[in-house]
């Protein structure tokens, strides 16, 4: 059986990762699996342990850093976040296309291990309109909206490093572009 393709989905906080990947994920043709990362921060109302991510403490998340188990782990607003590597081989095993949804740094860890992964970086139409979706989303204290918002600048000087660049103005045809570019992928993977 060949290998499931990996694909890193960036962009910015707040830029609609989450929202599009909604829109997507369920469609059978990609075969996707959703890798669920480790994270030190709390939980959002509504979120699930083990669904939304794992979360876990700051002594554990070091712990799996010196014992080889992240794929890739970044520090992001004063908290980490990484992926469990034994569930992305695993799944990609099983010809299951994985799917990474990270932050710049770590995608830069990826694709340094992994040159043939697939990366995509959602933009957001304007910077004003990410900073009306992250306020939006009313789920941080100002501090770290503002934190998050510096970081976006900085991220955004990371497209060069990206295969493919998908702007979210409506969730529905970016999710729909996602899909075009995932679909041409596995057939050329296919044809090789
Ligand atoms: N490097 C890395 N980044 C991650 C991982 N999981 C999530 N992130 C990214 O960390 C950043 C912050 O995530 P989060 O606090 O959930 O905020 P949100 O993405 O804005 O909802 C986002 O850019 C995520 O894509 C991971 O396993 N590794
Ligand atoms: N295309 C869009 N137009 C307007 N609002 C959007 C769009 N995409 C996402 N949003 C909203 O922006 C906020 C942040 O989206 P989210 O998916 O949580 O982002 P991320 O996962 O990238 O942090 C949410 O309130 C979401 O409903």
Redesign the pocket.
Known sequence: MKRGLLIILS???????????KYFEKDDRLNLAYSTSMTTRSPRQGEKDGVDYFFTTKEKFEEAIKNGELLEYAEFVGNYYGTPLNEVERLRNEGKNVLL?IEVQGATQVQKRCPDALSIF?IPPSMD?LER??R??RSEPEEIIQQRLAKASHEMKMIPNYKYIVC????KL?AELIKTIILRHMELEENK
Do not use: L, Q, Y
């Not at 962009?11 to 990947?21: A, F, H, N, Y």
């Open positions: 962009g910015p906080s707040g830029v609609g990762k989450g929202t599009i990947r949804e959602i309109e979706r992250i939006g989303r979210n103005d409506d969730p970016a």
